[in-house]
C-alpha cells in the first residue's frame, strides 16, 4: 500500500517554460513534506520541504504548493533549466511518530531540453 | 561542510558471505537513517538512530539486517548470509535532530550486488 503516490514517471519540459511535478498521498498523519532531486549513481539531494501549516513555500525558482484537502503538493520548477533534468522525489513524514523516516514516492523522472 | 560520506561505493558479494556498509555523517548531526533503495524505487526506510540510540527498526527485513552507531557519530549496516533480493542500494542519511528541521541530507550510496 503506497502512501506517497507519483504518478507520472516522467516529464519532458522545453527549456526556460514551468515544469510542475505532481504528488499524493493518503495517509493524513503526514505532516511534512520534501523533495528532493537525484542525479544518477548520486544520493538524494533536498530540495525544498513545507510544512502543513502552509500552503505555500518558495525558494528562488522553486515553489511547492500543499494542498491538504486534496492530499496533493506539487513542485513548480520556473524556469526549468537543462540541469533541472534529474528524478524528482516527494518524501513524507509524520513528526509526531517520533521516528522522523521519509517514505517516499517512487520518483518522476524530469527531462528539461534545450 | 563535508557531506555524509559512504563506503565502499560498490560492493559484490557472493550469496551467503556478511558485509558491512558504513556511513559518515554530518558532523554535529544527531539523527541517523538507512534506507534502502531497489531499482526504479523510491529510498525505503530500514532504521533510525538518535545519538547512538537505535529508536526505529522497524523497517529492517530479516534477522539478518542489524545496525550499529556505538559512538554516536559512524554507523555501520551489517547484513549475514546475503541473499540476491539484497541487491539493491543503501542509502545513509543524516539530519539536525531539531523539532522544526526535518530535513535528512543524504550520502551518496553503497550499491550492492549479490551473485
Known amino acids: 500500500d503506497q502512501q506517497v503516490k507519483q504518478n507520472s514517471p516522467s516529464l519532458s519540459v522545453q527549456e526556460g517554460r514551468i515544469s510542475i511535478l505532481n504528488c499524493d498521498y493518503t495517509?493524513?498523519?503526514?505532516?511534512?513534506f520534501l523533495w528532493y532531486k537525484k542525479y544518477p549513481a548520486e544520493g538524494p539531494t533536498f530540495l525544498i520541504s513545507?510544512?502543513?501549516?502552509?500552503d505555500k513555500n518558495e525558494d528562488g525558482r522553486f515553489t511547492v504548493f500543499l494542498n491538504k484537502s486534496a492530499k496533493h503538493l506539487s513542485l513548480h520548477i520556473v524556469p526549468s533549466q537543462p540541469g533541472d533534468s534529474a528524478v524528482y522525489f516527494c518524501a513524507a513524514l509524520y513528526s509526531g511518530a517520533g521516528s522522523y523516516q521519509l517514505t517516499f514516492g517512487k520518483g518522476t523522472k524530469l527531462s528539461v531540453i534545450p | 561542510g563535508a557531506g555524509v560520506s559512504q563506503s565502499p561505493r560498490y560492493k559484490v558479494a557472493k550469496r551467503g558471505q556478511d558485509v558491512a556498509l558504513r556511513c559518515d555523517p554530518i558532523?554535529?548531526?544527531?539523527?541517523l537513517f538507512w534506507y534502502q533503495q531497489a531499482l526504479g524505487q523510491g529510498p525505503e526506510f530500514l532504521t533510525y538512530?538518535?545519538?547512538?540510540?537505535?529508536?526505529?527498526k522497524s523497517g529492517l527485513p530479516s534477522d539478518r539486517f542489524f545496525a550499529e552507531r556505538p559512538e554516536g557519530s559512524v554507523s555501520t549496516l551489517k547484513i549475514q548470509r546475503t541473499q540476491q533480493e539484497d541487491s539493491a542500494v543503501y542509502l545513509c542519511a543524516s539530519s539536525k535532530g531539531d523539532f522544526n528541521s526535518y530535513e535528512q541530507y543524504f550520502g551518496p550510496g553503497t550499491r550492492l550486488t549479490v551473485t
Open positions: 513545507i510544512s502543513s501549516i502552509k
Open positions: 538512530f538518535q545519538n547512538e540510540a537505535q529508536l526505529d
Open positions: 558532523s554535529g548531526h544527531v539523527s
Open positions: 495517509n493524513s498523519m503526514f505532516d511534512y
